[in-house]
């Protein structure tokens, strides 16, 4: 059986894709069956990926309007070696044609359960707002991942991103919980972050990652490459913070 979980943020720029890419080459590595979801009409998971969001035929947004399953539209990362269901400008316009579509929050849950025994791990890279793009994705998840970085502004968007995941656990996804938060672009040199991090371990408990993720120029880098920052440099920083947070991952992953 898959383990769905999203990675989800209300609030932009906070590594989002960052997180998805280098978890999904992570959880490779580690020897874990797993689907990267581009949910985002950006791209940019799935060019971080390695993949050509300019050349695709099918995409996402072709599975969730109808037009193709998830079988025809996954391909393979070239760096990574994980599967990924590419996104590009198309997506937007997902939005509009959900709205008329029978069973419209469903439709990425249901395109997956088809492919249920096929992954270890399917993770879905969700755009920075509550759209039609992030329900469907919070509806397809058994838990939230929370990539978020230790500032004040960082915490005022939690509660309400923790709000719209109860709201929707209460009315479509009785499954979806908070599986954890990730500390993400952690400078310990800067108090605000130590004392930021501090209020989340107080408040969350075991739910706060013990892997903490430090800016990095290294993973920076590597999307231009076409490449998760796991593989472009396994020696830096960063990179083996995601593999600690895999490794973690892993373990959480076995109480469902």
Do not use: W
Request: aromatic letters at 6%; a negative charge.
């Amino acid at each position: 059986m898959a383990r769905i979980f999203c990675v989800a943020n209300q609030k932009g720029g906070v590594g989002k894709t960052t997180t998805c890419v280098n978890l999904a080459a992570a959880l490779h590595q580690c020897g874990q069956r797993t689907l990267l979801v581009d949910l985002d009409p950006q791209g940019n998971a799935t060019m971080g990926s390695g993949v050509d969001k300019r050349s695709l035929e099918q995409s996402v947004y072709h599975l969730l309007v109808g037009l193709t399953g998830l079988a025809e539209a996954r391909v393979t990362s070239p760096t990574g070696g994980y599967d990924v269901l590419p996104a590009n400008r198309d997506l937007a316009g997902a939005e509009v044609e959900l709205v008329s579509l029978e069973n419209r929050e469903n439709r990425l849950r249901e395109a997956l359960q088809q492919f249920d025994a096929d992954y270890d791990f399917v993770l879905i890279d969700c755009p920075p707002s509550l759209s039609m793009l992030t329900l469907n994705g919070l509806c397809a998840a058994h838990g939230v991942i929370i990539p978020m970085q230790c500032e004040y502004y960082a915490l005022e968007g939690l509660s309400d991103l923790v709000n719209t995941i109860k709201k929707v656990h209460a009315n479509l996804n009785r499954d979806l919980k908070i599986i954890g938060l990730l500390r993400v672009m952690f400078d310990p040199r800067v108090t605000l972050q130590q004392q930021v991090s501090a209020q989340l371990e107080g408040h969350f408990g075991d739910k706060v990652f013990s892997a903490i993720v430090p800016r990095n120029v290294r993973l920076a880098e590597a999307p231009s490459h076409g490449m998760p920052g796991v593989v472009f440099d396994k020696a830096a920083k960063g990179a083996q913070a995601y593999m600690a947070f895999a490794g973690e991952m892993i373990e959480r992953a076995k109480a469902f």
